[in-house]
């Protein structure tokens, strides 16, 4: 079956778009898939809904948590769907099998004075003091996923308008605008320690490291991770989301629509952005508890 599993990966790349990582992502959850199979003495076809609760059990034992388990069922029901589509199979097993009933978990966050903190904090630093500042700061004011931070090139960023061209999930573009003091620092950062990197004049992303390479996705983590520490921040584990958070939670603090601050994240679905409504949900009941005679 690995031809499949070449054919799937070759459809998720050229006729989806999908980045590097969610591919691989998605094999080893085919691949995964098949190794059940193979336990079971079943094939692609024999593999019916009756057969969802054994292969859950089957994840259970892999050691897979309930949202990799949920995320694996939707791999498998996107590869049936392709499995279809090659008319390899007649049916898909998988087809409105919602998965696991989980709690949600609401996103951890740092304040706009922690934010702050972690900026002020690279500002002082003697190495890569403004790349650093410039891209946690950039996070924060435009809530970029970490790949687009990574893939963000010179030409992305128009300083007159004062957005940036972002390449989310699926090669999709969007344009989203940033702050007064993202601007400062990206300029600083270009016009400096970017402009003595080796070969800046013929890179086109914005973000390099030492050796005048794009800054890779591992360590923008670093960096993020590194100035949480520094702060002494609870959340010290976290990486560049926590900051696409709180640029989520902050919008939503202030009143923004839904829908604006989904399309300024990039999701493709409404139901992703609406675990930040929790946020309109806490400033309801301050507002109740505080000018209700019976709160």
């Known amino acids: 079956m690995q031809y499949l599993i070449d054919a799937y990966s070759d459809y998720l790349s050229i006729e989806r778009g999908l980045s590097n990582n969610t591919i691989i992502a998605y094999r080893k959850d085919v691949e995964l898939f098949f190794s059940f199979l193979e336990s079971e003495g079943l094939s692609i076809t024999s593999f019916h809904r009756k057969d969802i609760p054994a292969f859950i059990s089957y994840l259970k034992g ?18 049936y769907s392709f499995l279809m589509r090659e008319n390899e199979v007649d049916s898909n097993p998988l087809d409105g099998f919602l998965g696991l009933k989980l709690w949600q978990r609401l996103p951890e966050v740092v304040s706009v004075e922690d934010v702050e903190k972690m900026v002020d904090t690279a500002l002082s630093s003697k190495k890569n003091k403004y790349r650093n500042a410039a891209l946690m700061e950039l996070i924060f004011s435009s809530g970029l996923r970490v790949s687009e931070v990574s893939s963000l090139e010179l030409g992305d960023i128009n300083f ?13 573009e969007r344009v989203v605008p940033f702050g007064r003091r993202a601007e400062l620092l990206v300029k600083k950062y270009i016009e400096g320690e970017r402009s003595k990197c080796r070969g800046a004049d ?27 520490r520094l702060i002494g921040h609870k959340s010290q584990g976290k990486g560049p ?31 992703t952005t609406q675990i930040y409504t929790h946020v309109e949900k806490d400033r309801l009941s301050r507002v109740h508890n505080r000018y209700h005679p019976r709160a």
Do not use: C, P
């Open 62 to 79: 892999v050691g897979r948590g309930q949202r990799s388990i949920n995320r694996t069922l939707s791999s498998i029901r996107g590869f």
């Open 160 to 172: 007159i308008g004062k957005f940036i061209k972002v390449r989310g999930k699926g090669n999709k």
């Open 202 to 228: 013929k890179k086109s992303f914005l973000f390099l490291n030492n050796r005048g390479q794009r800054l890779s996705r591992q360590t923008i983590w670093k960096v993020v991770k590194q100035y949480l």
């Open 241 to 271: 989301h926590i900051l696409r958070h709180s640029f989520a939670t902050a919008l939503m603090a202030g009143g923004a629509d839904l829908r604006v601050v989904q399309e300024l994240l990039g999701h493709a679905s409404i139901s």
